[in-house]
Nanobody
Framework: QVQLVESGGGLVQTGDSLRLSCLAS????????LGWFRQAPGKERELVAA????????YYADSVKGRFTISRDNAKTTVVLHVNNVRLEDTAVYYC?????????????????WGQGTQVTVSS
């Protein structure tokens, strides 16, 4: 069992940067592949970034490539999403998720544990 708690969301302006953090508690954080999803109003939840168990492979959605960076710190049981040059369309609730696998997946159903989400609102 893994519990995930996100933090770092808030109200930002276009072009700003922010750091979303997800702290995990429970067992064997290092065994999980991790992902950051987001869900904007009226839209489906989508994967924006993911990192494999070893921390050697990352995935980014096309819409965030070059602006978002995912990283993990197994000693601190934390996964971080650095967001640079935020855009209006980045407004969403951001969720971290963990799957008991070495590998990344873009499928929501592949993830076993979810945080409660943190709201990011971007204004112009």
């Amino acid at each position: 069992q893994v519990q995930l708690v996100e933090s770092g969301g808030g109200l930002v302006q276009t072009g700003d940067s922010l750091r979303l953090s997800c702290l995990a508690s429970g067992r064997s954080f290092e065994n999980y592949a991790l992902g950051w999803f987001r869900q904007a109003p009226g839209k489906e939840r989508e994967l924006v970034a993911a990192i494999n168990r070893a921390g050697t492979t990352t995935y980014y959605a096309d819409s965030v490539k070059g602006r978002f960076t995912i990283s993990r710190d197994n000693a601190k049981t934390t996964v971080v999403l650095h967001v640079n040059n935020v855009r209006l369309e980045d407004t969403a609730v951001y969720y971290c998720a963990a799957r008991d696998s070495a590998f990344i997946s873009s499928s929501l159903g592949a993830y076993d544990y979810w945080g409660q989400g943190t709201q990011v609102t971007v204004s112009s």
